[in-house]
């Protein structure tokens, strides 16, 4: 007779698939992964938003002391004329002038305010509504700076717009007019040059640079700021009254330079002996020392676009002028703190006033 053996089932089959131990090792694992990549992802993050804020900030800052720096460097500057002997043939009329005569003062370059409140700001300007201007007696630092001259290359008379300002000049004396004055315009008031060609032709330019609250105002059809603009962060936005062409009426409009300013310090270099050169610095010269401004220092503070989390500025504190005093703190003035922000400063010299007082 025959035995037979019988085999266990699966005796020697191999084991296939994970153990439940193994499953939560791998699982376990995973998850460490995941956290150390979320970690990364989070502060890759962070170190891309901090410096998207600082390159936006030196953007804004840049920006802001190119603007008011190409303005002061144009300042005074009326063609080929050595002094402000400029006058106006025919009465030019100015919507919305920030004074009487204020945009066509050629007299006056230069000039400016410091510390001052929005209803000073108003009184002296009346371009300049009261809730536009950052309140100077809150703490922050208020400025208004007036710049006027001509500005750009020449101009073809051709090529001259109806309701914009333009200025004509021999070594002599100047016109201002608007453009659509000039073809009626003899020979003189035009001026020549050597020879009886047409003196060149430069656009004129009135200019006061300020602070508003904000930077896309939407009280009042969208002219003036509201304290939920800006997404209810209202960001600080150095802006600047000027001449416009208005479907050929000349206008003085507001129009925003950039984001993210929240104070401006000016310090002006005065010179008093008349060699071009400064003798004593000042935040507010007299009416008559602004005619004898040849420099001026610069320093503008930035604000971050958007705040940060978790980061507080209440430790730092923000000289702009140079004296060893703070100007701002944002816990003082009543400003949040959770904004990367920067000083920059440039000084430039004021070259037209400058020449004019080193001539003989």
Not at 148 to 174: E, F
Not at 321 to 330: F, H
Request: glycine share 10%; hydrophobic share 40%.
């Amino acid at each position: 007779m025959t035995m037979r053996h019988s085999r266990r089932p699966g005796a020697n089959s191999r084991q296939r698939g994970l153990t439940l131990v193994e499953v939560m090792v791998a699982m376990t694992i995973g998850i460490i992964l995941l956290l150390a990549l979320g970690t990364l992802f989070a502060n890759s993050t962070r170190v891309f938003k901090v410096n998207d804020d600082f390159a936006r900030m030196q953007e804004n800052g840049t920006y802001a002391l190119n603007a008011i720096g190409s303005d002061l460097r144009q300042a005074g500057f009326y063609g080929h004329i050595a002094s402000f002997d400029v006058k106006m043939p025919v009465a030019i009329a100015v919507t919305g002038d920030c004074a009487a005569g204020w945009a066509t003062n050629v007299a006056q370059p230069l000039s400016g305010f410091h510390g001052v409140t929005p209803s000073a700001a108003h009184t002296a300007l009346t371009c300049i509504n009261a809730s536009n201007f950052i309140d100077g007696a809150a703490g922050r630092p208020s400025f208004i700076l007036i710049v006027r001259g001509a500005t750009g290359g020449a101009v073809p008379s051709a090529a001259l717009a109806a309701g914009s300002l333009y200025v004509q000049s021999d070594p002599t004396t100047g016109i201002l007019f608007r453009g659509d004055q000039y073809a009626a315009l003899a020979t003189p008031p035009r001026r020549t040059v050597l020879g009886g060609g047409e003196a060149p032709i430069y656009p004129y330019q009135a200019r006061a640079y300020y602070l508003r609250p904000c930077s896309r105002p939407t009280g009042s059809g969208g002219t003036v700021c509201l304290a939920t603009d800006d997404g209810n962060q209202p960001i600080p936005t150095l802006v600047r009254q000027e001449l416009v062409d208005v479907a050929g009426t000349t206008t003085m409009a507001e129009r925003a330079v950039a984001e993210g300013i929240e104070a401006v310090r000016i310090v002006y270099g005065v010179d008093n002996d008349g060699n071009g050169t400064p003798d004593r610095y000042m935040e507010a010269p007299t009416e008559i020392q602004f005619t004898q401004v040849v420099t001026a220092r610069v320093s503008v503070l930035v604000r971050s676009p958007k705040p940060t989390n978790g980061y507080n500025d209440d430790s730092r504190d923000y000289d702009l002028n140079g004296d060893g005093v703070a100007e701002l703190n944002c816990t003082d003035d009543g400003l949040p703190c959770n904004y990367h922000r920067h000083v920059f400063t440039q000084s430039f010299q004021v070259r037209n006033i400058a020449q004019r007082l080193a001539l003989p």
